[in-house]
């Protein structure tokens, strides 16, 4: 089986990477609602931050840049400004909905607050996971679910909203199970990834929850890209990179086909194998060797040694 380089790619910002080394703890609680939380100024922080114009959004984006320097003094620096600065108009905006706020992409970003605290609070709560001190990942977690549930985070290279208290509430359960599998930057790119990592290292569990994942957060992108098309793109790399969310969850569910398959699950390789060439047939797969291949096409080759092998 081909290992490859995803199709898509986040932002270089939401880069993750496992394990911080402690350092002085800086900025906000990460408590649940109702405890009585001991503020550490950020100012106390190790080493000193820029807050650049101290923009609820600026202070996201220099949090996301800090985990992935796996920086865990400036992951608490930057999310404790912006929880300082915006956590009780965050909360005013979350006391007024009852739902996700929906409809066209400016009416989601008018909830800036919510949307930039929520992220936050998810931030802090994978720095302190990377850092091995689950009581306060769990912490901030919930306190994702409980107070800024509501609150949505935009991926510019998608141009999409994805949810923390959602990826929060997986990560708890995940806790609860004593399992921790890391959804990197909650990309499609990024999941595949590790589903691909996963397969190799032949943990059929762990491939079913990254794809299952994958699926929840883009399969109905994937759909949508698979619907305009009546032949494969072709017109450039770039046209075929565009399909992201159509590639990756191609990728995914032939991932999945083959470590079924490798682990003698029969039945589900080919359910999943048919699966991607009914619903995702169009999705291509970058090879780091220069070209691209098709999931499909593949899948379809595999059913066919699937049956000769009865």
Known sequence: M??????????????????????????????????????????????????????????????????????????????GKCLELYAAEAAKMQAGLKEFPAGDDQKIFSFWALNDVATSVYIQGEAYNRAGDKEKAKAAFERVTKEFSFGQAWDPSKKLFWKPSVAAKDKLDMMAKGIDLDFSDMSSAGIVKKAWEASAAKNVAAVEAYVAKNLELYGAKAKEMQAGLTEYPWESPEKIHSFWALNDIGTSLFVLGDTYRQAGQNGKAKETFQKLVNEYFYAQCWDPQGWFWKPAEAAQQKLVELEAAK
């Open 2 to 79: 081909k290992k490859v380089v995803i199709v898509s790619v986040f932002v270089a910002f939401l880069a993750v990477a496992g394990g911080f080394a402690r350092a002085e703890e800086a900025a906000i609680p990460v408590v649940p609602s109702g405890a009585a939380p001991v503020v550490v100024p950020a100012a106390q922080a190790k080493a000193a931050y820029n807050f650049g114009d101290h923009r609820s959004s600026t202070l996201t984006t220099k949090a996301w840049g800090a985990l992935a320097m796996k920086d865990l003094d400036g992951v608490l620096a930057y999310t």
